[in-house]
């Protein structure tokens, strides 16, 4: 299976990151540093194709509440959409 890590790179991401890469799983770690931003909505639809589960351990990088609040909202809502749309 293709296994997409959005947050992959964070401190609960890279730890599952590394527990699923001792599988047989194709694991994708997917962040902004790596090119994939789901606030933006950069990168998201091509590490989504041929994806069998995605798994969103990202953060906000601000802890202020409507930061927060906006950050979760906008980056689930282009997830979802992404995901809908890949299959
Ligand atoms: N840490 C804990 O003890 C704990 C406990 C309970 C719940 N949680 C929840 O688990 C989740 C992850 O927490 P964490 O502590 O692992 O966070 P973290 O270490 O701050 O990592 C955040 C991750 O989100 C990525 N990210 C930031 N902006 C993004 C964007 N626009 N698009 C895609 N990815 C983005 C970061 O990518 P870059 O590295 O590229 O910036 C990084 O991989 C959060 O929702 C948190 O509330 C954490």
Request: proline content about 2%; glycine content about 10%.
């Amino acid at each position: 299976m293709k296994i997409v890590i959005i947050g992959g790179t964070g401190l609960i991401g890279s730890q599952l990151v590394n527990q699923l890469r001792q599988t047989a799983h194709e694991v994708i770690a997917a962040s902004p540093s790596s090119g994939v931003n789901t606030l933006t909505g950069e990168g998201v639809k091509e590490v989504l194709v041929n994806a069998d589960v995605v798994i969103d351990v990202s953060n906000s990088p601000s802890f202020e509440a409507t930061a927060v609040m906006n950050f979760f909202k906008t980056s689930n809502g282009n997830l979802l959409e992404a995901a809908k749309e890949a299959g």
